[in-house]
């Protein structure tokens, strides 16, 4: 190749790196009629507070790892004269998706009482003294990959339209003079406040006016859709990070027996488990016991800090994965006092209660440590 060839590839490789360069920093594109509410970059939002009457949802960067964003769930103190029973619109966002028993924050389910309640005895109801019930702390759980996109798209902050400076009649029209509902954004560590307002038909944008000046905005429909159904929609329900074609070896413990494993898969196949002594010849007891464990998915998540009730539970079984001698992950199971089962991993915040019926998984784990 001749060197005017090589500098004139030369020339051509330097502008596209210019090209993409400016690609890279413009900013994108925005929808017609579109204003900037909070212009800020996504890197100094510290945390996301979304207030309703009753609840608050906050989203937060981890301390030591900015990319992972904190799901913080709470129920807020009933005010004095409340309902004792909560809205049915609030009690429909407070719960999951319908057919899922977890709860935002976990509250409804704390909340109720033990034996006998109808659903009615909540955190915020008054009790017989006429003193409203102690609301539990707030719940802690990992965000998924939506939230951390959520998190994203609210800096900078745009909306569909800017209404302006409105007077306190038209104020009470759309909902603003009265509001309960909230929001917070925190930008390097100085938050910046706002009011929200749904619309009277219930459909379509909300209103958010900026408190710092009053300026009323058209903010649009589907930003606040996550964080009305962040229990379910936020949280990140994993148990492990990995698959099973992660790990090359499982041990599993019941208590002082152990055994080892050599495991072999694809996803979204089921593992193949052989001992250790015996490579060559499948375990098929413990692959459908290996299985059956794999498929579990948890009801509850507890958030960081969070025990199951009653006394420290002690773990039935362990499972150890380990993928070129060194540990990859690792769940352990135990029931606790209220006869529930719950699992811990290394993912996994807290403890994470579990199904029923697992009697059976923890006992065929002791005949898989057995002693041969």
């Not at 250790?276 to 509850?300: E, S």
């Not at 006869?339 to 005949?367: C, F, H, I, Q």
């Amino acid at each position: 190749m001749k060197a005017r060839d090589v500098a004139v590839q030369g020339v051509l490789a330097g502008v596209a790196l210019v090209a993409a360069f400016f690609v890279w920093q413009r900013e994108p594109s925005r929808a017609p009629g579109e204003v900037t509410v909070e212009d800020a970059q996504a890197s100094a939002l510290d945390r996301i507070r979304y207030d309703e009457e009753t609840r608050f949802v906050e989203l937060f960067r981890d301390a030591q790892d900015r990319d992972t964003v904190w799901v913080r769930l709470g129920n807020k103190p009933a005010k004095p004269g409340a309902e004792s029973v909560m809205d049915a619109g609030v009690l429909a966002r407070a719960s999951d998706d319908a057919g899922s028993a977890t709860l935002d924050a976990g509250a409804l389910g704390r909340a109720t009482s033990d034996a006998g309640s109808d659903g009615g005895a909540l955190a915020n109801a008054p009790t017989d003294a006429g003193t409203s019930a102690p609301v539990p702390p707030p719940r802690e759980l990992r965000g998924n990959d939506v939230a951390r996109k959520l998190f994203a798209r609210f800096a900078p902050l745009r909306a569909q339209r800017d209404l302006g400076v409105l007077d306190d009649t038209k104020l009470a029209e759309i909902g603003l003079a009265k509001t309960e509902r909230g929001l917070t954004l925190t930008f390097d560590g100085t938050p910046r406040t706002f009011r929200l307002a749904a619309p009277a038909s219930g459909w379509g944008a909300p209103y958010l006016q900026r408190t710092s000046d009053g300026h009323v905005f058209l903010l649009g429909p589907a930003l606040l859709t996550d964080l009305e159904a962040a229990a379910s929609r936020l949280v990140d329900r994993r148990l492990h990070t990995f698959d099973v074609d992660g790990f090359d070896r499982v041990v599993i413990s019941t208590g002082t027996p152990s055994r080892a494993f050599v495991a072999s898969g694809k996803p979204p196949g089921a593992v193949q488990l052989a001992p250790v002594d015996a490579p060559g010849t499948p375990d098929d007891f413990a692959r459908n016991w290996h299985d059956r464990l794999w498929r579990l998915t948890p009801v509850d998540f507890l958030g960081r800090g969070e025990a199951p009730p009653g006394p420290a539970p002690t773990p039935s079984f362990r499972v150890e994965y380990q993928r070129g001698g060194k540990t990859v992950g690792e769940l352990s199971m135990a029931k606790a006092s209220d006869n529930s089962w719950y699992a811990r991993t290394e993912y996994t915040p807290g403890w994470a209660r579990m199904g029923g019926g697992l009697e059976l998984l923890a006992e065929d784990a002791v005949k898989l440590t057995a002693p041969r």
